[in-house]
């Protein structure tokens, strides 16, 4: 795409999508759509997945952990998302706070878990949800072997009934 010359008395400048003119005033080139649209990469929402994980574990609401780094709770939604990278010194608040290494910020960074972070079905993202680590956290203190086959029993039954065209492809 050609970039329009911006022309002020006697200065001539291009390609950038702002320019100053003689006398200093901002000038904006028309016509620049070629903007680059920010996405998350994936080991910004590998961090914010282990974030809300950390988060969840130690029953803190977003409102409650932003309080405690300085942020709101808005900002807090972001990182963990990955749809806001965390600067260095706000990770390190965040793994304070959370009572946990700074690297378990990371857990799962490796080439392939970057490569699958975003996608719905991998483990990380479904103990992202507090419903799922619930229910994890509950699995978890079943003492007895055959209640906890018998529960998942349970579930399979009901994720076959909810989903009855996923049924072939499920796992035992």
């Known amino acids: 795409m050609m970039k329009e010359v911006i022309r002020t008395d006697q200065v001539v400048m291009t ?5 100053r003119s003689w006398c200093g005033q901002l000038l904006r080139a028309q016509g620049d759509d070629d903007v680059a649209t920010k996405s998350p990469m994936p080991i910004d929402v590998l961090v914010g997945q282990n974030i809300r994980i950390c988060r969840l574990q130690q029953k803190l609401s977003q409102t409650e952990l932003g309080r405690r780094i300085g942020v709101t709770f808005q900002q807090v939604q972001k990182y963990e998302k990955g749809a806001n990278r965390v600067g260095a010194s706000r990770l390190s608040q965040i793994a304070d706070v959370l009572g946990v290494p ?45 209640a906890r086959i018998a529960l998942l029993e349970l579930v ?17």
């Not at 390609?15 to 320019?19: E, F, I």
């Not at 700074?102 to 970057?114: E, W």
């Not at 975003?118 to 956290?137: D, F, G, I, K």
């Open 156 to 172: 399979d039954a009901l994720a076959e009934e909810t989903a009855p065209a996923r049924s072939s492809t499920r796992r035992r």
């Open 102 to 146: 700074l690297l378990a910020l990371f857990d799962g960074s490796g080439a392939a878990a970057v490569q699958h972070a975003e996608t719905v079905e991998t483990p990380r993202a479904l103990l992202a949800n507090p419903h799922s680590l619930r229910l994890l956290q509950g699995f978890e203190r079943i003492g007895s072997e055959a």
């Open 15 to 19: 390609g950038a999508p702002y320019a």
